[in-house]
């Protein structure tokens, strides 16, 4: 009898142990708001987690296709994380990919569902409201250079200014000033600050100026970053690039 016992007890152990799973798999897609206006933005989140798919937007074989919201909305740059967390002695892995997105227009916009791995995303509808005409912009940009014709090695001189008439929480450049050809030589000019009345509204004004050059002959333009505003109120905006344009002649 107790051998017997024995040898079902050297069998259970010899059984596979088989580990719970590490979690319930889940594709989710969630917005930092639902309702916004034509210039402001919303902020799409999409979130896989307990599987070891990454999601990816660019790159080597992305399995998230952005091209599909491109007829209603202009696209951010899309930032991708991955993360692995420990809990209760067991591995979760979630992956996530952020994009901002600004309408085109106003009305009822879809974001529609996303599939990977087998898994949807549930559809989000926006609801955007046209700006009103009645009032000033609580902020805008203006741009400009000093000249559109220079000699060759002569400096341009080009400005970007964020006209504001409400307190911001923060205003950031979302890259630096481009150019085309890319050898021209540019340097950055200290930043100033002013107050100026436009339509009968006082402004506070912030200058970012640069100072540019181009050796040969031929047109030279420059494209100035876009500004990233928070309001101390959490409205958000993006106000768009500008371009300016212009010809070098050979001395």
Known sequence: ???????????????PVWAAPSGIHDFSAEVDRRELY?????????SLTGSDTRLRAEGVSPNIDLTVLAGAFELGTPKADFRFNIDNNRGR??????????????????????????L???????????????????????????????????QALVYLDLYHRVELASARMGGALDSKPRDIAVHTLPA?????????IEYQVTRTAWAASMMQAGEMTL??????VETRQGRRWRLPFREERIEVRAL
């Open 1 to 15: 009898m107790v051998k017997t016992l024995w040898l079902l007890l050297l069998a259970v152990a010899a059984l």
């Open 38 to 46: 034509v210039n402001e933005h919303v902020v799409l989140t999409l």
């Open 93 to 118: 892995a979630t992956s996530s990919i952020t994009v901002e997105l600004f309408p085109r227009t106003a009305g009822r916009l879809r974001i529609p569902a996303f599939t990977v791995d087998g």
């Open 120 to 154: 949807n995303t549930q559809a989000i509808e926006l609801r955007v409201s046209p700006l009103t005409t009645d009032t000033s912009p609580e902020a805008f940009v203006r741009s400009g250079v000093a000249s559109k014709h220079l000699f060759t090695g002569e």
């Open 192 to 200: 100033s600050e002013r107050t100026e009345r436009v339509d009968g």
């Open 223 to 228: 494209l100035l970053p876009d500004i990233w």
